[in-house]
């Protein structure tokens, strides 16, 4: 089917308390792999796609292998822009055929994230398509940002419930909660009391960044506070790798590369199945899309 603005499917996943995967992809083969993966448990998908990502194939190429995948596939896909501080990428992206984009002003005071994320909010809201937007600052390593820990910090309950205000329609809205991106040292320590005052007062979905490594306990909890979008990022990188790495550890010496790609596949796909499993969106597909 074509592809789909992620906004209602993510209403619906937070009204029916699961999450909804939102993968990020690295080129076609991993598009492959977390499109299948939710052909596979007809669960309904998110492909995002990172600014370096996009930067490195075209916003067209990366727009045009999602949308071929997604049209073959009878699950609802949605296309999103991750992390992104330039409105000038965002446009590019619009016009290139994304049916959401995340705009990340984490990194700006208060007024002026506010103030910007309004004008993209205005941009998606012509163009039809969802937007998400980030308040407090998510620690850990996404793209070339870093945020260390003692950089990093919570959203702040009173600037959450001001910055959504006036975006009624946001697809989804992410305030920092104690997630990080990347590998976690220990265990991720998540703020489920500001998580549950937040989602108590905003109906809006929430997205959980820093989705790998989280407990099973955890994506429970945060999905059951309200919690509709999970991103998953660096596991989906590291077996994009290992999926390779492990084959030709096996097969020193083997020249064809189609089995590498296969591999590879499986190994993304495997965990992309995983994930939908835990997230409960197994069998949402139908549900979701009627939403
Ligand atoms: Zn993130």
Not at 176 to 194: N, P
Request: net charge negative.
């Amino acid at each position: 089917m074509p592809l789909l603005p992620m906004g209602p499917m993510l209403r619906h996943a937070r009204a029916n308390r699961y999450g909804i995967a939102a993968y990020n992809m690295i080129d076609f083969n991993s598009a492959r792999a977390i499109i299948d993966g939710a052909t596979a448990l007809d669960a309904p998908m998110i492909v995002q796609v990172s600014v370096k990502t996009v930067k490195h194939w075209g916003a067209k190429h990366v727009a045009t292998w999602v949308r071929m995948l997604a049209n073959d596939a009878p699950v609802p896909v949605a296309l999103h822009l991750d992390h992104c501080t330039d409105v000038d990428v965002i446009r590019r992206c619009i016009d290139a055929g994304w049916t959401s984009v995340m705009f990340d002003g984490s990194a700006l005071p208060f007024a002026e994230n506010l103030a910007t994320s309004q004008q993209v909010y205005a941009l998606t809201e012509a163009a039809g398509i969802g937007l998400e937007a980030e308040i407090g600052a998510i620690g850990g390593v996404e793209d070339d940002k870093v945020v260390n820990d003692d950089q990093s910090r919570l959203a702040n309950f009173d600037e959450c419930v001001a910055f959504v205000r006036d975006m009624p329609n946001l697809a989804v809205f992410a305030p920092a909660i104690g997630t990080a991106h990347g590998f976690y040292k220990g265990e991720a320590k998540i703020a489920y009391d500001l998580l549950d005052r937040i989602t108590q007062t905003i109906s809006i979905p929430i997205a959980l960044h820093g989705g790998t490594g989280l407990t099973e306990e955890q994506f429970h909890r945060c999905i059951a506070l309200g919690c509709g979008k999970v991103n998953i990022s660096t596991m989906h990188k590291s077996l994009f790798i290992d999926g390779f790495i492990n084959l030709r550890a096996e097969k020193p010496k083997m020249a064809e590369p189609l089995p590498f790609i296969d591999a590879q596949h499986a190994a993304m796909k495997a965990d992309v199945m995983q994930c939908i499993r835990i997230f409960g969106s197994d069998g949402r597909a139908q549900a979701a899309l009627a939403a």
